[in-house]
């Protein structure tokens, strides 16, 4: 991998090398910082889980980086990223890819371990990202608004492999709407998975998004469809719902489906202090997506259903809850507490609580 990787980027800088300008290049950095706790408790006292940041959560420390050149026609991105201050993950350095614009900018070309999201969706974006790959993406832009491209993935054990790639366009017309859509290939067909997506951005106040996937072979596999919808009543109170279907293959569950709903309304009291609550409802039960819903605004900016998460054999049952939190912001730092309560499905546990609390800050 690593050898790939170093000849990926060798040849996209000698590429790359003939744009070069009298203007001084840049070297800008951004990044971020989360730490948190929570603590959960079913019924009858017995602590389930304890935060642990070596897993799932928002502890991690990042600093992405991204030179270019004067002219902006080429470039080298990065990123260092440490997960889990219990020691339970390595510091890494990845995500570092060289770039560069041709014919004005119309084509753009990226190789190493990529970043993008160029034809991904609005929500969620599990397919039609390049983000943590290794290979070289490929981007057309005919005309203002639109991108069409390919992903070319690279493997050490199998080289360049055509038949995993990723295909795909997005066209965004300004203050009207942005579409995506493309398709995931795969060696089988139920791993090849069509995606499309949709956000609308024609009404100020108004947050309008959907997205949805289904493989070829929807018999082995998760057929989804997202939706997000929110408005802004007042400057102050924003009211939003967050729902998913999912209709598992007629191989692991006879095509039964879930249904998720994740209504929240939010109030910002003043310009640091912000409440809200949410009561979500789950047509599942699953240990690890029930966890996984405690945090509504974790400092990531991560929010409600994790479509994947059920476990279809506990798919005729439900669970549903209720949150409130608060947030404090100051600049780009953020502290939020919250506590919820869900109702579960079971014979042994039937409560369950999660005390949970966040900081995070980006730049």
């Known amino acids: 991998m690593k050898k790939l990787l170093v000849a990926l980027l060798v040849l996209a800088a000698v590429g790359f090398g003939a744009f070069a300008q009298d203007a001084a290049p840049t070297l800008t950095w951004s990044g971020g910082f989360g730490a948190g706790f929570a603590a959960v408790t079913d019924s009858g006292g017995t602590n389930v889980y304890q935060y642990s940041p070596t897993t799932w959560g928002p502890d991690r420390l990042r600093l992405s980086f991204n030179y270019k050149d004067g002219g902006g026609n080429y470039g080298l991105a990065g990123r260092f990223q440490y997960k889990g201050f219990n020691g339970g993950v390595a510091p890494v350095l990845n995500r570092i890819n ?3 614009k041709f014919l004005n900018g119309m084509v753009t070309v990226k190789a190493g371990v990529l970043d993008g999201y ?4 609005p ?16 981007g057309v832009s005919p005309m203002d608004g639109l991108t069409v491209g390919y992903f070319l993935p690279a493997s050490t054990t199998a080289g360049w492999t055509f038949q995993t790639g990723i295909a795909g366009f997005a066209y965004s ?4 709407v942005d579409l995506n859509g493309g398709v995931n290939l795969g060696t089988t067909n139920a791993s090849t ?5 949709a956000n ?13 996937y289904i493989p070829l072979d929807s018999s082995a596999g998760i057929i989804s469809i997202i939706e997000n919808v929110g408005y802004n009543v007042t400057d102050a109170l924003t009211v939003s719902a967050m729902m998913s279907q999912n209709l598992y ?9 879930a249904l998720n709903f994740f209504p929240k309304v939010a109030y910002k009291v003043s310009d640091t202090v912000s409440v809200g609550a949410y009561v979500p409802f789950y047509s599942y039960y699953d240990d690890q997506g029930v966890y996984l819903f405690m945090d509504p605004m974790t400092c990531w900016g991560g929010a409600g259903i994790l479509p994947a998460a059920a476990d279809p ?6 669970a549903f809850g209720a949150g409130p939190y608060v947030a404090v912001t100051q600049g780009k730092a953020t502290l939020t507490l919250g506590d919820s309560f869900y109702i579960l499905p079971t014979t042994t546990n039937t409560t369950r609580n999660v005390l949970y609390g966040n900081i995070g800050f980006s730049f």
Not at 173 to 176: G, L, Q, R, S
Not at 200 to 212: D, F, K, M, S
Not at 249 to 257: F, L, M, P, R, Y
Not at 313 to 318: A, D, G, N, R
């Open 249 to 257: 293959g007629s191989q692991a569950t006879n095509g039964k489906i």
């Open 98 to 100: 060289a770039w560069g």
């Open 173 to 176: 017309v300004k203050n009207v």
């Open 123 to 138: 929500i969620w974006d599990d397919y039609g990202t390049t983000d943590g790959k290794t290979g070289v993406w490929v």
């Open 200 to 212: 609308v951005t024609a009404v100020t106040g108004l947050t309008l998004q959907g997205e949805g």
């Open 313 to 318: 054999t506990q798919i005729s049952k439900f």
């Open 193 to 197: 998975v069509i995606f499309w997506g």
């Open 118 to 121: 160029e034809v991904a969706g």
